[in-house]
């Protein structure tokens, strides 16, 4: 089955400075990678998704990036802001039997330093 | 558009109790999802729903834990006997066709004592 390995586990940063999240999938099958945001005691949430026929994508201060080839893909988070601190989960889709199957990585935890 | 509800939002129970979660997905979503989030970990998929039909339960200790979707619409997750380990917030998603957002509820954490 898929296994989705993300790094780093932490990630502080100086409020203004980027943040990048990386995650590889195993799966070769896997067609759709979102991104989750999880805020202390809440729900994740679906912040940016990318699917496997485009190799980047971009919303305001987030971009995802796709390589195909090499099983990996990563988030991109400019300008940080301190409500952007969150844990952050990638997951990858894949197909099972006609159905998708959504794995998610062991999570990041983002700290944004005023 | 009113999101996924599940109740209750907290339980603490005594190992060897049982206990049951309850969910209800967003009107017409027809993929129903239990995750199983342990404190510093990502969500563990434990059963995957179509309509009211499993199609994933691979990850779900059977011997404890079982599952229903009655009607493909709400579902209820038991647990029973419920061990230490089972302690962990257990979320429900949502989503209306393959490839698309999975909707998250608040959650129901778990405490066995």
């Known amino acids: 089955g898929e296994n989705v390995e993300q790094h780093p586990s932490t990630l502080s940063v100086q409020e203004g400075d980027s943040a990048v999240i990386k995650c590889t999938y195993s799966?070769?099958?896997?067609?759709?990678f979102p991104w989750y945001k999880q805020e202390l005691g809440k729900r994740p949430q679906l912040i940016i998704d990318?699917?496997?026929?485009?190799g980047e994508k971009k919303d305001q201060r987030i971009a995802v990036t796709l390589n195909k080839t090499a099983k990996h893909f990563s988030l991109h988070i400019t300008e940080t802001q301190p409500e952007d601190s969150a844990v952050y989960f990638c997951?990858?889709?894949?197909?099972?039997?006609?159905?998708?199957?959504?794995?998610f990585g062991t999570g990041t935890r983002l700290l944004v330093s005023p | 558009e009113a999101g996924v509800a599940q109740s209750p939002r907290y339980k603490i129970i005594e190992k060897r109790q049982s206990v049951a979660f309850w969910c209800n997905p967003i009107?017409?979503?027809?993929?129903l999802y239990w995750y199983q989030q342990i404190l510093g970990q990502g969500p563990k998929l434990l059963i995957q729903?179509?309509?009211?039909?499993?199609?994933?339960d691979s990850q779900l200790p059977k011997d404890r834990f079982s599952a229903e979707r009655l009607k493909g619409v709400d579902s209820t997750l038991k647990i029973q006997p419920a061990k230490l380990e089972d302690s962990a917030v257990y979320l429900c998603?949502?989503?209306?066709?393959?490839?698309?957002?999975?909707?998250f509820g608040q959650g129901t954490r778990l405490t066995v004592v």
């Open positions: 998603a949502s989503s209306s066709y393959m490839n698309t957002e999975a909707f």
């Open positions: 799966d070769s099958a896997s067609n759709y």
């Open positions: 990318i699917r496997s026929n485009v």
């Open positions: 997951a990858a889709s894949y197909q099972n039997t006609g159905f998708q199957k959504l794995v």
């Open positions: 009107s017409g979503h027809a993929t």
């Open positions: 729903f179509q309509n009211n039909g499993v199609v994933d």
